[in-house]
């Protein structure tokens, strides 16, 4: 099983980024999926989720509106679109999969820095 995150890197406040997740080992269709995040000097938090029947999704409030997490089931991809990124939206992304009772995986994790 692998979590492979990319499409992190430096962009300016108000900027847009695209980070993928690319899932081996498993069907992302058949799980929930989510995307956390961790700033330095805190902890990790749930920035947005997408569940595997109907792909219903919700999203941290500090993000609503601005993020949208999607996933290409041909690619067995799952997506999350930043809009209007704000400084304190950098930090390491991380993909995460709720495969239940097997337990939760995780990928490396992929810097976004917001920046002038």
């Known amino acids: 099983v692998q979590l492979v995150e990319s499409g992190g890197g430096l962009v300016q406040p108000g900027g847009s980024l695209r980070l993928s997740c690319v899932v081996s080992?498993?069907?992302?269709?058949?799980?929930?999926m989510r995307w956390f995040r961790q700033a330095p000097g805190k902890e990790r938090e749930l920035v947005a989720a997408i569940t595997s029947a109907g792909g219903s999704s919700n999203y941290a409030d500090s993000v609503k509106g601005r993020f949208t997490i999607s996933r290409d089931n041909a690619k067995n991809t799952v997506y999350l679109q930043m809009n209007s990124l704000k400084p304190e939206d950098t930090a390491v992304y991380y993909c995460?999969?709720?495969?239940?009772?097997?337990?939760?995986?995780w990928g490396q994790g992929t810097q976004v820095t917001v920046s002038s």
């Open positions: 995460n999969a709720d495969r239940r009772p097997l337990g939760y995986y």
């Open positions: 080992g498993f069907t992302v269709s058949r799980y929930s």
